[in-house]
C-alpha cells in the first residue's frame, strides 16, 4: 500500500471512490454528497487552505483523506479532517487508521497545531482523537451531532479551549456537512 499527495490526474477517481463507498454505507444521497464535497475541494479550494492524500493500491486509489483549514481569531494553525473513505472492497485491512496516521504526519510536518474531525468516536480515538465540547473548539456551523466533535494536538499537548469565532473553507459552510 503506498500513500501520497493526491494530483490533479486523480481527481475524477478519487470523487467516484468516495461515491461508491458513502454509496454503500449510506446510500445515494450520502454518497453523491460526499463526492461533490471532495470534488470542489479539489477544484475550488485554494491549496494553502487543502491537503489530500490517497491510498493506492497497484495503481488503483482505494482510499481517500481531505483536511481543510479551520481558522481562529487567535491564528492558531489547524485544519479539519473530512471526510474519509476506503472503498467498501478494502475495509477492514487498517488502510483507513494508516491512511489518517499518513495526514496526520504530514500536516505535523507543515507545522500544524490542530486537527479536529467530526464522526466516530470509536473508530477516530483509534488514531488519537478525543472527544471534545464547543467550550473547547467552537464547530464553524452547528453541529447536529455534538458527541461526534472530536480534536487532537499534532504538538502532543493538552488541547486548551481557543476562544472566538471558528471558521472553514467556503466549500464546508453547508448545513448538512455539519
Same mark, same amino acid.
Given at each position: 500500500m503506498d500513500f501520497s499527495i493526491y494530483t490533479s490526474e486523480q481527481i475524477e477517481e478519487i470523487r467516484e471512490m468516495f461515491v461508491k463507498t458513502f454509496t454503500d454505507s #449510506? /446510500? #445515494?444521497? &450520502? /454518497?453523491?454528497? +460526499? !463526492?461533490?464535497?471532495?470534488?470542489?475541494?479539489?477544484?475550488?479550494? *485554494?491549496s494553502e487552505d487543502l491537503y489530500g492524500f490517497v491510498a493506492m493500491d497497484d495503481q488503483k486509489i482505494v482510499g481517500g483523506i481531505f483536511f481543510s483549514r479551520l481558522a481562529f481569531d487567535n491564528g492558531t494553525r489547524a485544519f479539519i479532517m473530512a471526510p474519509v473513505a476506503v472503498h467498501t472492497d478494502f475495509q477492514g485491512q487498517g488502510i483507513g487508521q494508516k491512511l489518517i496516521r499518513y495526514g496526520l504526519g504530514k500536516l505535523k510536518e507543515e507545522g500544524i497545531e490542530i486537527v479536529v474531525t @467530526? /464522526?466516530? +468516536?470509536?473508530?477516530?480515538? *483509534?488514531? !488519537?482523537?478525543? %472527544?471534545?465540547? #464547543?467550550?473547547?473548539? %467552537?464547530? $464553524?456551523? %452547528?453541529?447536529?451531532? $455534538? #458527541? !461526534?466533535w472530536l480534536a487532537q494536538s499534532l504538538l502532543g499537548n493538552q488541547l486548551h479551549p481557543i476562544s472566538g469565532r471558528? @471558521?472553514?473553507? &467556503? &466549500?464546508l459552510k453547508k448545513p448538512e456537512y455539519w
Open positions: #449510506e /446510500g #445515494e444521497s &450520502e /454518497g453523491r454528497l +460526499i !463526492g461533490d464535497l471532495t470534488y470542489d475541494f479539489m477544484t475550488s479550494t *485554494k @467530526y /464522526g466516530d +468516536i470509536n473508530f477516530y480515538s *483509534k488514531v !488519537g482523537f478525543q %472527544k471534545i465540547t #464547543e467550550d473547547i473548539i %467552537k464547530a $464553524p456551523l %452547528k453541529l447536529s451531532y $455534538p #458527541e !461526534g471558528t @471558521y472553514c473553507v &467556503e &466549500e
